[in-house]
């Protein structure tokens, strides 16, 4: 059986190098709040379900949720995009119970096994990303971080868990032939740092999961958001590669203007990307920048577009393997989107009247800098800036509490019970243009690495 493999700086398969180009199914299997158009985090939205229904009716929700966000129309559709690799990104509570924590769940294993046999079906590749663990290996609302500090790394039981876990999906999917590889832990910020922590739990991962599975590839993220790879040391499992994200216009944002001059946005764009990847490219390995993409709402595709384009130069030029984020959402950055007049939309929009995730973020830092005047003395920018992942986790019990829930009640159940088929491909419209640049950088008619077009095609 053929696997994908590591070879120098290459990833290989069948014995010939391989580029992957493809898209990120983001709040499928870990739903993320800006996504989804309901605020709080993953568990959070669940337990709004569940305290307002009941817990049949929520996990018949979320059922139906996973059913019609991904099914055979979606593979097809990227299958015809020209696309080789998809990134889908986990949640631990798929396969752990935490009241429960010894017995692992049927639920993570059969949305998995449908996952796979769809990747069969339609010879694309895919490669499971942990993005929510234990404690959170984040402090922001994407690790299902309900405190803003990122507990997972001060607690070794959380990590125990998680190499756990990893050795029993590697265990479950040794010998799958389109899983290319394991993407162990999304996004990790040590906050503060500590030394030598990204590092252990890396090699404890990498030893469990070759006791099991030494047929596919594993692939480390960098610290500080995926950004930061100074805490890797050394690697010494020959089958693993390096995999970042690459955001310019988050800390940057003056560079999402549209009257930012476009040849200063390509050298920008290109400047910060060689600065980021330089210690990467120490390690000798396969890159694979695993998210980079745009706000869609509220621009014009043009412009989303034009920077799309530049970035994904950047990675065809630097012979980066890449994943755009994202492939579907509730008409934010998804390439494919519920119609307007479908439930789920009708339903966001009443919530987009109290709550939306950029006055999330605007109500935090301002609440954060009223209380810093409450105290002596100066508070530095790094302690404003983490001290923010705290005030918005207080705000997510308000907003479950005093936004979703009693929209969910205004509803009832025999409405929100239709909400899920919004998701289903037939209910969704697709950005056009946006997929026709996606399918010629896909399938290598753009780029400068054409010769390693999508596999398959």
Sequence with gaps: MDFVTVEGDEFTYRGTPITFRGLGIGSWLNMEHFMVGMPGTDHQIREAFSETFSEKQSQAFFDDFVESFASDDDFAYLKSLGINFIRVPFNYRLFIDDENPE?????????????????????????????AVPGGQNPDWHSDNMTGVPQFWHFDVFQSQIVSLWKTIARHYANEPYLMGYDLLNEPYLMPSRPGALQSFYEKVTAAIREVDTNHVILLEGDFFAMDFSAIKSIADKNTAITFHYYPTVWHPEMVARDYPREQWKRDCEDGFDTMIAKMRAFGRPLLCGEAGYEIA???MSHVIAMTEDTLDVFEKNHVSWTLWSYKDAQFMGLVYPKSETPWMAFVDEIHE??????????GKDIVAAVSH????????????????RQRALMFVLQKE??????????GW??????????RFSQCNVHKEYAEVISEYARGVRGVHSKTAAHGN
């Design 103 to 131: 017995v692992l769940k049927e639920t993570g294993f059969r949305y998995f096994d449908r996952l796979f046999a769809l990747c069969r079906k339609y010879e694309i590749f895919c490669m499971p990303d942990l993005h």
């Design 298 to 300: 509220g621009d014009e």
């Design 354 to 363: 109290r709550w939306n995730h950029h006055l999330e973020m605007d109500e």
């Design 374 to 389: 409450m105290f002596p003395g100066t508070t530095s920018d790094t302690t404003k800036y983490e001290l923010q992942f």
């Design 402 to 411: 005093q936004i979703l829930k009693p929209q969910l009640q205004r509803w």
């Design 414 to 423: 025999d409405r929100v019970e239709k909400m899920p088929a919004s998701f």
